[in-house]
């Protein structure tokens, strides 16, 4: 970067995630004058403030915000630029393929299976990713392929294959209205206890008002006790749980899940792995 390090990148990033120069300056493990030293120092380079600043509040300006959002990607592509040097230098490395814990519509194992007949094959280390970070996973080198689910996914910067489509059910317990029902629309949701969170692919990431769920299994044990419904992929809760229904949301969008890659990465351990889920699916039953 011509008018910042990354260091000071990172010093940048951790106030405005913070909004806190004490606990910014806690997990930077620095001291908290020296960092404000330190970003007086970065505005006084930019020519811009990038904090507003009163003995209560910390808020970021609109140089801030830009910084933030174009910030975080900069850092992702160095980190990534550094783990794919070493992956490229070593001809051992596994490939890493993140993933939600249940987030494969059951299509794992034929992946891995063809993934193995390619003559380059190496090993594959599995990585299951926390509440809604798989993206990022890509994006920094942390992983080198990724399942994903769009629409739900953020796929911007990322190439991807098309793996399979299904739709999307409502979740209810046995004894709910929906419950004998062939299938419903999304109007008729309204007025029902919807989950918040964020990180179960096929989940919309705002709009609940129920309780916040971090898991499928969490999630599937709301809905038992009559906490809660849900609208999920259909492969999710696919065998249902006793005392579970699954009812078809007519007009939801289709749900896709995908192979996803950094769109930069050009290796041939990644391409190798994109050419076997390819040949996996144009070999699937229709």
């Known amino acids: 970067m011509d008018e910042l390090e990354t260091r000071e990148l990172r010093y940048v990033i951790a106030v405005a995630e913070e909004l806190h120069f004490g606990r910014a300056a806690e997990r930077l493990s620095i001291a908290q004058p020296a960092l404000s030293k330190a970003i007086r120092r970065v505005e006084t380079r930019l020519g811009v403030p990038l904090f507003t600043r009163s003995s209560r509040h910390v808020e970021l300006t609109p140089a801030g915000e830009a910084l933030l959002e174009h910030g975080r990607h900069a850092l992702n592509a160095v980190h990534a630029a550094v783990r794919r040097a070493r992956s490229a230098g070593d001809s051992r490395a596994p490939l890493r393929l993140v993933l939600k814990p249940g987030g494969d519509a059951g299509l794992l194992s034929g992946l891995l299976a063809a993934y193995a007949r390619e003559p380059d094959a190496r090993r594959v280390d599995i990585l299951f990713s926390g509440p809604a970070d798989r993206s990022d996973f890509l994006r920094d080198g942390r992983a080198d392929v990724g399942l994903l689910y769009t629409p739900f996914d953020a796929l911007d910067g990322l190439a991807h294959e098309p793996l399979h489509t299904e739709d999307r059910v409502a979740v209810v317990p046995a004894g709910h209205r929906f419950a004998g029902r062939a299938a419903v629309r999304t109007a008729d949701l309204e007025g029902e206890t919807l989950p918040r969170w964020r990180g179960v692919?096929?989940?919309?990431?705002?709009?609940?008002?129920?309780?916040?769920?971090?898991?499928?299994i969490q999630l599937l044990h709301m809905i038992t006790t009559n906490r809660m419904i849900a609208v999920l992929p259909r492969s999710l809760v696919d065998p249902l749980p006793a005392g579970l229904v699954a009812v078809p949301v007519s007009d939801a969008p289709a749900s896709t899940l995908v192979l996803a890659w950094n769109e930069q990465d050009r290796r041939p351990l990644v391409a190798s792995f994109v050419s076997a889920a390819q040949r996996l699916v144009e070999n699937s039953p229709a």
């Not at 609940?208 to 971090?214: I, L, Y």
Request: no cysteine; net charge negative.
């Open 201 to 216: 692919p096929g989940a919309p990431a705002e709009g609940g008002t129920g309780p916040e769920v971090a898991d499928v």
